[in-house]
């Protein structure tokens, strides 16, 4: 059974930076063809993909939050990390990991509430 389980902050300050880890149990991140996927939802609105790094180390991004968003992994600790720079008003979200193979997302965090707050 795979579970992805979220640490990080729940409270960051306008202009920091929210990092997110997700350390993935039951299965390895290096296993192809597994994507592994940040997702958020902020109030009131639908699901936004954020961004995925593949099994084989390659990144994507979604365009439109590509300038402050990274992506990266540790496969020694079979962790995978959100960084979003500059952290903004319309950054307040739950975030997500997921995994995905193909079109399908089986296995989902919990989710983190992030709000943005001086």
């Known amino acids: 059974q795979v579970q992805l389980q979220e640490s990080g902050p729940g409270l960051v300050k306008p202009s920091q930076t929210l990092s997110l880890t997700c350390t993935v149990s039951?299965?390895?991140?290096?296993?192809?063809?597994?994507?592994w996927t940040w997702i958020r939802q902020p109030p009131g609105k639908g699901l936004e993909w954020m961004g995925a790094?593949?099994?084989?180390?390659?990144?994507y991004y979604n365009p439109s939050l590509m300038s402050r968003t990274s992506i990266s992994r540790d496969t020694s600790k079979h962790q995978f990390t959100l960084q979003r720079s500059s952290v903004t008003p319309e950054d307040p979200a739950v975030y997500y990991c997921?995994?995905?193979?193909?079109?399908?997302?089986?296995?989902w965090s919990q989710g983190t509430q992030v709000t943005v707050s001086k």
């Open positions: 790094i593949a099994y084989n180390v390659i990144t």
């Open positions: 039951g299965g390895s991140i290096t296993t192809s063809y597994y994507y």
């Open positions: 997921t995994r995905r193979k193909y079109s399908n997302y089986d296995y």
